[in-house]
Antibody
Framework: QVQLQESGPGLVKPSGTLSLTCAVS?????????WSWVRQPPGKGLEWIGE???????NYNSSLKSRVTISVDKSKNQFSLKLSSVTAADTAVYYC??????????WGQGTLVTVSS | QSVLTQPPSVSAAPGQKVTISCSGS????????VSWYQHLPGTAPKLLIY???KRPSGIPDRFSGSKSGTSATLGITGLQTGDEAGYFC???????????FGGGTKLTVL
């Protein structure tokens, strides 16, 4: 079955760029699916960041749109998240997931990214 | 503050039934499908219900979902200690053009 695994730096400096990758195993990222990023700040609820279709079409949360880029690398069977100009408010557990429209399955285990100098 | 409203916590004894509510509006639950997830800290959230009331393969029929108007409900029967976890709802918001989630409900099996 499809499994997802996030990877990337656990610490990012303020004003820097957060970069994460989600490796897809057990299936092809080129299948007819949307691939999403979701985050959960400490003690808060989940926030949808955005999504990408294997063909490259993207949708972003309007609250983050000016700072977010989601891309796909078919050759590596993975997709990525870049979030620029980060602040402490971007500290969160970041999840990647397959799906769209509020239905996501499966999810990665999540990776904690802390924004601090 | 989450767009979808869930009770922070619920509790029940082993073997009993519990329901968890998720309240929204016409721009989200009222006109879109609802999903439910189980989440244990440090693990990947697990899809329990999709399209309001459908269960993915492998999810026992102790878990059920329903929707009425702008609210949805997750039901769990025959509670087990292993059901102690966080549960959250999710859907699409057509006004925000974004996926949205409830704040999550912690289930305690006493």
């Amino acid at each position: 079955q499809v499994q997802l695994q996030e990877s990337g730096p656990g610490l990012v400096k303020p004003s820097g760029t957060l970069s994460l990758t989600c490796a897809v195993s057990g299936g092809s990222i080129s299948s007819s699916n949307w691939w999403s990023w979701v985050r959960q700040p400490p003690g808060k609820g989940l926030e949808w960041i955005g999504e990408i279709y294997h063909g490259g079409s993207t949708n972003y949360n309007s609250s983050l749109k000016s700072r977010v880029t989601i891309s796909v690398d078919k050759s590596k069977n993975q997709f990525s998240l870049k979030l620029s100009s980060v602040t402490a408010a971007d500290t969160a557990v970041y999840y990647c997931a397959r799906g769209t429209g509020g239905t996501f399955d499966p999810w990665g285990q999540g990776t904690l990214v802390t924004v601090s100098s | 503050q989450s767009v979808l409203t869930q009770p922070p916590s619920v509790s029940a004894a082993p073997g009993q039934k519990v329901t968890i509510s998720c309240s929204g509006s016409s721009s989200n639950i009222g006109n879109n499908y609802v999903s439910w997830y189980q989440h244990l800290p440090g693990t990947a959230p697990k899809l329990l219900i999709y399209d309001n009331n459908k269960r993915p393969s492998g999810i026992p029929d102790r878990f059920s979902g329903s929707k009425s108007g702008t609210s949805a409900t997750l039901g769990i029967t025959g509670l087990q200690t292993g059901d102690e976890a966080g549960y959250f709802c999710g859907t699409w918001d057509s006004s925000l053009n974004a996926g949205i989630f409830g704040g999550g409900t912690k289930l305690t099996v006493l």
